[in-house]
């Protein structure tokens, strides 16, 4: 099913290719890929989560290009990624804003940079350009359970300090006179999320 809807995608890339050309519209005598999103990413690779890059084609006037066919293409083997359907390629046609997306992108357990081969091609015309990416195995963020530890511990800290201030006093066990005992008193503790 997959491999029709990339067979769809490319006629109706290619029908409408001569839709346009039957308008009176010219077909491109140039093609420019510009990376709108994706370069330079870092992709998680222990949650296999990774950036799905967006690129933009233009013609010679750096105008979009509608119903361009653009290929994104990951290296077979190191740090890499693979789409939705466990491949290393993805075909998409560019809507009328020019723009097309690698959807489905998934990072693989191998650390390191790795580069993504995107090309774009309309009426016989080619261009292709690359983006770098990065897998890394980034830390997750501190779970409930691990903060509450980390509150708890705190707490327990501070009602240590104050129970040696109350017992230590002036040194003699006693208070001074005109100053009365602290009193603390064992609760629930509330935490509130930083402002």
Request: net charge positive.
């Amino acid at each position: 099913m997959l491999k029709q809807n990339s067979i769809y995608r490319i006629y109706l890339s290619l029908l409408l290719s001569a839709v346009l050309c039957g308008q009176g519209t010219t077909a491109p005598k140039q093609l420019n890929i510009v990376i709108v999103e994706g370069d330079g990413s870092i992709n998680n690779v222990r949650q296999r989560v990774a950036r799905e890059p967006i690129v933009q084609v233009e013609d010679e006037n750096h105008k979009p290009v509608a119903g361009a066919l653009v290929t994104f293409l990951l290296p077979s083997n190191g740090p890499g990624a693979s789409f939705a359907n466990g491949a290393s390629t993805l075909t998409s046609v560019t809507g009328p804003d020019g723009r097309a997306i690698a959807r489905g992108l998934r990072a693989n357990n191998n650390k390191g940079q790795y580069q993504m081969r995107v090309t774009a091609s309309m009426n016989g015309v080619t261009t292709s350009a690359s983006l770098t990416m990065t897998n890394a195995a980034v830390a997750a963020a501190l779970s409930t359970t691990a903060i509450w530890a980390i509150v708890l511990v705190a707490a327990a800290g501070a009602a240590a300090g104050v129970a040696l201030g109350v017992t230590s006093g002036n040194g003699s066990g006693t208070n001074q006179p005109g100053s009365s005992p602290v009193t603390v008193t064992p609760g629930t503790p509330s935490v509130t999320p930083p402002r």
